[in-house]
T-cell receptor, first 114, second 114 residues
């Protein structure tokens, strides 16, 4: 158990809908990272927050948004969903503001868009 | 653009054999960190080993070791005395302070055969 909690574990929804994925980092970790894992695409970096502030952004679609709250949990909002958004979404946390240390990953949220 | 390439999509070896997974990366930075992460069928990502680019000595963690060739921008993972529990997807990743993102390769699926 990494100490990172992601909910929901599985989610099935329809095109055009909006979903929110939630991540609670390990106790004491201030950094939260979001990644998207699609078939044959490895892990695509979406966004990194540190202590409530956005630190780095990857190729995150405009339909996607994220935030980190004062209690350090984070949410990833996906809207106007398309079939291609079906993927495993991982949250990871670390204590550092920079990505030099170990990332602790959650079990992921499997999103299926029908 | 900074990239990570894993040229072996899939590999199979017999239990107790030694296997080497390849990874090359491209960056113009001098300060960076390299990682190997393992994703078993349970899908939770786990850090295997970490290497700081300014250290010439190759990192070792029990049966796992790396061959870090900085000039060649190569970072291979060697697994000695492979075990059935090593069956997993292995991802090479790196971080630089230029982008402040941890970039992952597409992964190598490793099967350890009994």
């Amino acid at each position: 158990d990494s100490g990172v909690t992601q909910t929901p574990k599985h989610l099935i929804t329809a095109t055009g809908q909006r979903v929110t994925l939630r991540c609670s980092p390990r106790s004491g970790d201030l950094s939260v990272y979001w990644y998207q894992q699609s078939l044959d695409q490895g892990l695509q970096f979406l966004i990194h927050y540190y202590n409530g502030e956005e630190r780095a952004k990857g190729n995150i679609l405009e339909r996607f948004s994220a935030q980190q709250f004062p209690d350090l949990h984070s949410e990833l909002n996906l809207s106007s969903l398309e079939l291609g958004d079906s993927a495993l979404y991982f949250c990871a946390s670390s204590v550092d503001s920079e990505g030099t240390g170990e990332l602790f990953f959650g079990e992921g949220s499997r999103l299926t868009v029908l | 653009a900074q990239t990570v390439t894993q040229s072996q999509p899939e590999m199979s070896v017999q239990e107790a054999e030694t296997v080497t997974l390849s990874c090359t990366y491209d960056t113009s930075e001098n300060n960076y960190y390299l990682f190997w992460y393992k994703q078993p069928p349970s899908r939770q990502m786990i850090l295997v080993i970490r290497q700081e680019a300014y250290k010439q000595q190759n990192a070792t963690e029990n049966r796992f070791s790396v061959n870090f060739q900085k000039a060649a921008k190569s970072f291979s993972l060697k697994i000695s005395d492979s075990q059935l529990g090593d069956t997993a997807m292995y991802f090479c990743a790196f971080w630089t302070n230029r982008d402040d993102k941890i970039i992952f390769g597409k992964g190598t699926r490793l099967h350890i055969l009994p």
